[in-house]
T-cell receptor, first 115, second 113 residues
């Protein structure tokens, strides 16, 4: 069966510090991969979307970037964190539907607090 | 792009009662509508989804109905239990496809004993 892992579960970082959050998927190949941010009490905002190694689409302008160095690895990064980067970051994967929408499956997220 | 509205934002029911959460969408071409359950400190979990070629889908105590004409879909939970307490999100595909989703703002469901 497929599983998705995110780490760390929680992270406290000072303003201006760099960031690296990692997500890996097991049990599938060629997944679509996603990064979302969830502000407290709010819905999910899609940040990045990837259909393959090195292929990243950014959905909103921001202080963050994403990379996909391997088929089942997705990394969220920042060179200098802002206070507004605080939130709950979720990684998700889906299969390839080839014209049909496929369910997305989420990891358990990283709670990021910027001080 | 796709706009998804979800109501109510909070819902409190007595154990054993039914709960209904409603979502509307704007893109008539949307053809896939998932529902997610998110417990505190966890990621959202897919609980049921429906495609536009059917009007209703049921899985034990959970059902989803779809009205394509009115562009709305609803989650129905019957015989609610305390473990149903969570935040529920609906979603619909981004306009233009790409297997991306737009999410509703969530409903906090509380099942009281």
């Amino acid at each position: 069966s497929q599983t998705i892992h995110q780490w760390p579960a929680t992270l406290v970082q000072p303003v201006g510090s760099p960031l690296s959050l990692e997500c890996t998927v097991e049990g599938t190949s060629n997944p679509n991969l996603y990064w979302y941010r969830q502000a407290a009490g709010r819905g999910l905002q899609l940040l990045f979307y990837s259909v393959g190694i090195g292929q990243i689409s950014s959905e909103v302008p921001q202080n963050l970037s994403a990379s996909r160095p391997q088929d089942r690895q997705f990394i969220l990064s920042s060179k200098k964190l802002l206070l507004s980067d605080s939130g709950f970051y979720l990684c998700a994967w889906s299969g390839r539907g080839w014209g049909t929408e496929m369910p997305q499956h989420f990891g358990d997220g990283t709670r990021l607090s910027i001080l | 792009g796709e706009n998804v509205e979800q109501h109510p934002s909070t819902l409190s029911v007595q154990e054993g009662d039914s709960a209904v959460i409603k979502c509307t969408y704007s893109d008539s071409a949307s053809n896939y509508f998932p529902w997610y359950k998110q417990e505190l400190g966890k990621g959202p979990q897919l609980i049921i989804d429906i495609r536009s070629n059917v009007g209703e889908k049921k899985d034990q105590r959970i059902a989803v109905t779809l009205n394509k004409t009115a562009k709305h879909f609803s989650l129905h939970i019957t015989e609610t239990q305390p473990e149903d307490s969570a935040v529920y999100f609906c979603a619909a595909p981004f306009t233009g496809g790409g297997n991306k989703l737009t999410f509703g703002t969530g409903t906090q469901l509380k099942v009281e004993l």
